[in-house]
């Protein structure tokens, strides 16, 4: 058998009950019969031995009905089982040859994202030569998943991904080869914080991998709607399919206005179809430009820069997520007119900044902002995950204060 010791396992930030020791049966119980106990990632005693800190599905609800919240739920590095992982190898092992395996050793794509039934998987081209036999092994060492897709990379100003299949299950069969188009199906219905978001990351951006970031920003929003004492108006002008929305529409009496637009008019498209089913309310089919639909809902595809320019819009939000994390910076001029400043108002934004430049961005965000209020934190950026070998993808947020009349 071969080693794997120096070969890197998946990890990624994710939700884990904490159980004491003697109630882990039952609440695993509880979790199980509703499919909250994220499958292939390990259970982990925690440091004292006192608990056992039980991987949560990203589905599983915000709020954990009872008795499941007596138990605190907190962030950490998920592990995958073992058992997933070696039958991974195993099967990579068997049909490449373990010499062939060792060879590579770290080139091996040990991690992958889930979105809903599909794998997103990116190649190195150390081992591309080996992408069928990569496909079949994930595909068998993951029975639930019915597309494998190399990861090209996120292209354009949509930021949409290009992928390309490498293995679909058709029965009981593994395809690496000549898949029919009808398993090509890229687009699905994720399960997130107890509710399910129609994404097809080959028409809109959509990473699941934020999910911890949108459950901070469900934190923050109650946090400044505590501050000013009523629902907030939030605006979410490049938001994608809604992934954000999801989380705070899930709080009750959070919002009272929603500004959800986005330049990318597919994106819009699933948004309209996520909002219907997130508010039982009827949305058109076909995107349009940015209107208001409902009384407290404004939605359609717009270029965020031009928004301000809009006296129905200009000046009317209280929570502002700015989430184009490679020109989050240069557009911010653009953006903080959004803002009403009678009061109080939050900006959370993400960036992608060099390690080496991190300071300077910090830098370049605070002159970028308005006055902050006092006493609240310096906006700093916060390394949340790499997204290369130099780079690193960042969140932020910022307390604005209102301005003095
Ligand atoms: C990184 S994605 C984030 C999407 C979503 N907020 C999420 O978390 O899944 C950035 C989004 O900004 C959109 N976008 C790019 N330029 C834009 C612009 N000028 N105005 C509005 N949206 C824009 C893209 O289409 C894309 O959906």
């Known amino acids: 058998m071969v080693k794997r010791s120096g070969l890197p396992l998946a990890m990624n930030v994710m939700r884990h009950l904490r159980v004491p020791n003697r109630l882990v049966e039952e609440a695993l119980g509880h979790l199980r019969s509703n499919d909250w106990v994220s499958s292939g990632m390990r259970i982990l005693p925690s440091e004292d031995n006192e608990y056992r800190l039980i991987p949560l599905d990203v589905g599983a609800p915000i709020e954990l009905p009872s008795p499941l919240d007596d138990f605190e739920a907190i962030e950490l590095e998920g592990a995958a089982e073992e058992r997933v992982d070696s039958d991974w190898w195993a099967h990579l092992a068997r049909m490449v040859g373990e010499d062939e395996v060792e060879k590579h050793r770290e080139a091996w794509p040990s991690s992958h994202e889930f979105i809903g039934d599909m794998m997103v998987v990116r190649i190195d081209d150390e081992v591309a030569e080996h992408t069928s036999a990569i496909a079949e092994a994930k595909l068998r060492s993951h029975p639930h998943i019915r597309l494998a897709l190399r990861d090209n990379g996120v292209q354009g100003e949509f930021r949409i991904r290009e992928l390309s299949p490498i293995g679909a299950r058709m029965g009981d069969e593994v395809l690496v080869g ?38 901070e920003t469900l934190e923050l929003a109650k946090q400044l709607r505590q501050m000013l004492g009523r629902p907030l108006r939030i605006c979410d002008p490049f938001c994608g399919v809604g992934p954000a929305l999801a989380t705070l529409l899930g709080e009750p009496g959070l919002s009272s206005d929603v500004l ?63 989430n184009l994390p490679h020109r989050t910076i240069e557009m911010m001029p653009s953006l903080i007119p959004l803002l009403d400043r009678a009061s109080p108002s939050m900006v959370r934004g993400r960036a992608i900044v060099a390690e080496s430049e991190i300071e300077s961005a910090n830098l370049a965000i605070r002159e970028s902002l308005p006055s902050l209020l006092e006493e609240s934190p310096e906006p700093s950026l ?23 009349s």
């Open 260 to 322: 959800a637009a986005d330049l990318n008019p597919h994106a819009v498209e699933m948004l309209l179809d996520n909002l219907r089913r997130w508010d039982n309310r009827p949305y058109p089919i076909e995107p349009l430009p940015l209107s208001r639909l409902h009384e407290d809902r404004m939605v359609g595809y717009a270029d965020a820069t031009t928004l301000s320019k809009e006296a129905a819009i200009e000046g009317k939000w209280d929570l502002l997520i700015v």
């Open 382 to 404: 916060r390394v949340k995950r790499d997204y290369s070998a130099t780079l690193r993808l960042c969140s932020f947020e910022a307390w604005i204060a209102p301005t003095v």
């Open 178 to 215: 000549g898949i029919p188009t009808e398993l090509c199906e890229t687009q699905v219905l994720v399960r997130e914080s107890g509710r399910s978001i129609l994404c097809d990351p080959t028409r809109a951006y959509f990473s699941t991998k934020l999910q911890t970031e949108r459950l």
